[in-house]
């Protein structure tokens, strides 16, 4: 089992920056691939950001290149997401998943099987 623990959500006026991190905890490994995803109401889950955690390789949506950026620390089993640039439609629950295989289909959510319990950040116009 993992557990994985968000934290860093809230609510922010466009242009400004948040950073949410997802301590790991339990079963990791190095093979792991840590992905966040994001959940808008009425929308489907759908990857922003995923990384390798041995190599670092990193995947990100078209939406958030340029303006998010994913990270981790080996030492604290945590991964990052820094978000800056912020628009009103990256208002959304955001979810911390771990894809335990290690799998390449960073974007397919049902390749992750570990989530967190989510943290809403909300963008205001």
């Known amino acids: 089992q993992v557990l994985l623990v968000e934290s860093g959500g809230g609510l922010v006026q466009a242009g400004g920056s948040l950073k949410l991190s997802c301590a790991a905890s339990?079963?990791?490994?190095?093979?792991?691939?840590m992905g966040w995803f994001r959940q808008a109401p009425g929308k489907e889950r759908e990857v922003v950001a995923a990384?390798?955690?041995?190599?670092?390789?990193?995947y990100y949506a078209n939406s958030v290149k340029d303006r998010f950026t994913i990270s981790r620390d080996n030492a604290k089993n945590t991964v990052y997401l820094q978000m800056n640039s912020l628009k009103p439609e990256d208002t959304a629950v955001y979810y911390c998943?771990?894809?335990?295989?290690?799998?390449?289909?960073?974007?397919?959510?049902?390749?992750?099987?570990?989530w967190g319990q989510g943290t809403q950040v909300t963008v205001s116009s």
């Open positions: 998943a771990v894809n335990s295989e290690g799998t390449y289909s960073y974007s397919v959510k049902d390749e992750y099987d570990y």
């Open positions: 339990g079963r990791t490994s190095s093979s792991f691939v």
């Open positions: 990384i390798r955690w041995s190599e670092g390789w990193t």
